[in-house]
């Protein structure tokens, strides 16, 4: 409730702030509506920058990935609000609007356009950006880009207009606040890499494992492991600068109790981790973080605990299952871990011998079982969970990553069987 608090405050306290002193008259309701929607949509869009900043005490209460999400919603209502600031200004006041044509029409309107026309970039790049196959490190530079442009060219548009900031305050406090989001811009996209750059990480280790994927593992060539829990991730930069924002989210697939170096178990599956295969030991490698709440020491009073986990998602849980075995924590655990067939079962082997250190229930559903298998097959449905859970398996709490459709599914089932929503801890892995 608090960051939701700063959140509005952020975004209403400069609006309140245009109400004070003279304000200027006869407009009407609309002419008023206008304004606001479009004061109220700019400060939206660049609240965004601080959404995406990485602020770990503000991320923590979330998860990051849920602040992601956040951030991708909000940007869709802000930029509502500013097609419906163009829209009505348009429609009910065309003569103050004037010609769209910038050979004719005044410098501010025309920036108020073209910040319209890169904010509709940002929506159109975002959304729809697999459709439109885009790279993802192609999509971030853009994205960033764009967002820059699109906030420089609204606030000097603001400023031509000069609608209620009549008075130096006004107009001081909405410069200040451009120049803060901007600032933003300048602490994630320059000062933190220059802060990662002086901490490099060494490639220890790249090893093949089923289902087409890698585990990588990293040294600190200062020696320094930040600390971290298990379920956590980073963003892993290889054969690339900090600054050249070509960083991708890994889930940790090591534990903290094993230090000295960090493990990230990382599927060939877009065009950066395709290539994952090809890093060589003694490469150069820089990570941010940890980053996310994800994990099972949030939860250290839950009496058994619920893993449900799709191809690569194991990553994050094998961390914990890791850390529970060296811990030896001998609470009842149960994983229903989905794949397609059983040679693509990422951490088979391993899982097994986990089973044998911990309480451990390990249920393989298979979507293209072997001839012969006795085991579960299809979806991780309720009834599958229902087979192997307790009949009252209210008190567990449940971690679950994997596709957002097994997520769904998994939530569902755990939710009738009488799991609360506050005992369901998902990890989203598509970002973006």
């Known amino acids: 409730m608090f960051w939701i608090g700063v959140y509005l405050a952020l975004i209403v306290i400069p609006l309140g702030v ?19 929607t479009g004061y109220a949509g700019l400060a939206m869009m660049g609240v965004q920058f601080a959404l995406t900043a990485r602020f770990k005490r503000a991320t923590a209460p979330f998860g990051i990935d849920i602040i992601y999400y956040f951030h991708r919603y ?28 910038p050979r004719h029409a005044p410098a501010y309107m025309t920036l108020g356009w073209l910040g319209l026309i890169a904010f509709a970039a940002i929506m159109l790049t975002s959304l729809w950006r697999k459709r439109l196959r885009i790279e993802y490190d192609n999509w971030r530079r853009i994205h960033v880009v764009l967002a820059v442009v699109g906030i420089v060219v609204a606030v000097l548009h603001v400023e031509g207009a000069g609608s209620y900031l ?22 994630v996209r320059l000062v933190r890499p ?38 956590q991730f980073a963003w892993v930069t290889l054969r690339a600068s900090p600054f050249a924002m070509r960083e991708h989210p890994f889930s ?58 799709g191809g690569v998602g194991i990553a994050p849980i094998m961390s914990m299952l890791r850390a529970l075995a060296d811990r030896g924590d001998r609470r009842p655990l149960w994983l229903f871990y989905g794949n397609r067939a059983w040679d693509r079962i990422v951490f ?54 994997g596709p957002d ?4 599914l998994a939530e569902r089932g755990l939710r009738e069987l009488g799991l609360p929503l506050r005992h369901l801890h998902s990890e989203i892995f598509d970002l973006a």
Do not use: N
């Open 18 to 36: 245009l109400l004070l002193g003279e304000r200027p008259r006869g407009g009407g309701f609309w002419w008023d509506f206008a304004l606001v």
């Open 74 to 101: 909000l940007a869709s209502i802000a930029f509502m609000f500013l097609v419906g600031h163009a829209a009505l200004l348009y429609l009910k006041y065309p003569e103050v609007v004037g010609r769209i044509d």
């Open 166 to 187: 009549e008075s130096p305050l006004k107009r001081a406090l909405w410069t200040l606040l451009a120049v803060s989001w901007l600032a933003l811009v300048v602490h």
């Open 194 to 231: 220059a802060l990662l750059r002086r901490h490099p990480w060494r490639v220890a280790e790249v090893r093949r494992e089923r289902g087409r994927s890698w585990t990588l593992a990293l040294e600190p060539t200062d020696g320094h492991v930040p600390a971290y829990h298990p379920g």
């Open 252 to 309: 940790f697939s090591s534990s903290p109790t094993r230090p000295g170096r960090v493990e990230f178990t990382i599927k060939e599956l877009g065009d950066f981790t395709a290539r994952i295969g090809q890093i060589q030991p003694g490469e150069t490698a820089y990570v941010d973080g940890p980053y996310g709440s994800f994990g099972i020491d949030r939860q250290p009073q839950a009496p058994g605990l619920v893993f449900v986990a």
């Open 348 to 401: 088979r082997e391993e899982l097994e011998q986990l089973a044998g250190k911990l309480d451990l229930t390990l249920v393989h559903v298979l979507g293209e079982p072997p001839e012969g298998w006795t085991g579960e097959r299809g979806y991780i449905t309720r009834e599958v969970l229902a087979r192997h859970l307790p009949a009252d398996p209210s008190a567990l709490h449940a971690f679950i990553c």
């Open 405 to 408: 459709p097994m997520i769904r």
